[in-house]
């Protein structure tokens, strides 16, 4: 349950989790950021990481003509093709 009107919990919640809210892993030491699209508290740095995988759906986005801040705190995941969406950058 989420209450749009506070923030301290939410904060404590975001500074406190042990673990990555996505793929599990431990945070504790780790760098952590809140997720673009949801308020799971998830995991970044390499290649690997659950931020990462955030900003490639962030790029098959915008890659397809969207504008990633419509999707800011949306709830979900936005579901993106892989084949179509995933134009590499050069
Ligand atoms: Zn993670």
Request: hydrophobic share 20%; aromatic share 12%; net charge negative.
């Amino acid at each position: 349950m989420i209450d749009m009107g506070r923030s301290e919990g939410y904060d404590d919640k975001f500074f406190s989790t042990p673990k990555c809210d996505r793929c599990g892993s431990f945070l504790e030491g780790q760098a952590r950021t809140m997720s673009w699209f949801n308020e799971d508290t998830i995991c970044t740095g390499g290649s690997n990481s659950c931020q990462f995988k955030e900003e490639k759906i962030k790029t098959a986005i915008r890659n397809r003509g969207e504008d990633t801040r419509n999707y800011e705190g949306c709830g979900y995941l936005p579901t993106v093709n892989n084949s179509k969406d995933f134009i590499t950058e050069e």
